[in-house]
């Protein structure tokens, strides 16, 4: 059974960081680019970040030089360091693993709150 569980949301003070951790389980982690989107009131989800299975990162323009995202294959986690927060960051971030070949495959987590508020 695929699991993807998002942890690590919550207030944060504009300016203030937060840490997302995502745990992944029942497939094989490392052949995964790893990904977290975010979806605000009213908004579509949206990209903010991705890391391949080879290790490439690629970011938003809205959060370049203020989020890093990251993975660790041993434990089946990707993280998302976030930095500088503003109200616009505010949203449910959900975290994303896909693959391509032999077949696609898309699984999603069920998302976690981030709220930037003072």
């Known amino acids: 059974q695929v699991q993807l569980v998002e942890s690590g949301g919550g207030l944060v003070q504009p300016g203030g960081s937060l840490t997302l951790s995502c745990a992944a389980s029942?497939?094989?982690?490392?052949?995964?680019?790893m990904s977290w989107y975010r979806q605000a009131p009213g908004k579509e989800r949206e990209s903010v970040a991705t890391i391949t299975s080879a290790g490439s990162r690629t970011n938003a323009d809205s959060v370049k030089g203020r989020f890093t995202i990251s993975r660790d294959n041993a434990k089946y986690t990707v993280y998302l360091q976030m930095n500088s927060l503003t109200p616009e960051d505010t949203a449910v971030y959900y975290c994303?693993?896909?693959?391509?070949?032999?077949?696609?495959?898309?699984?999603w987590g069920q998302g976690t709150q981030v709220t930037v508020s003072s």
């Open positions: 994303n693993a896909q693959r391509y070949v032999p077949l696609k495959r898309d699984y």
């Open positions: 029942g497939f094989t982690f490392r052949f995964y680019d």
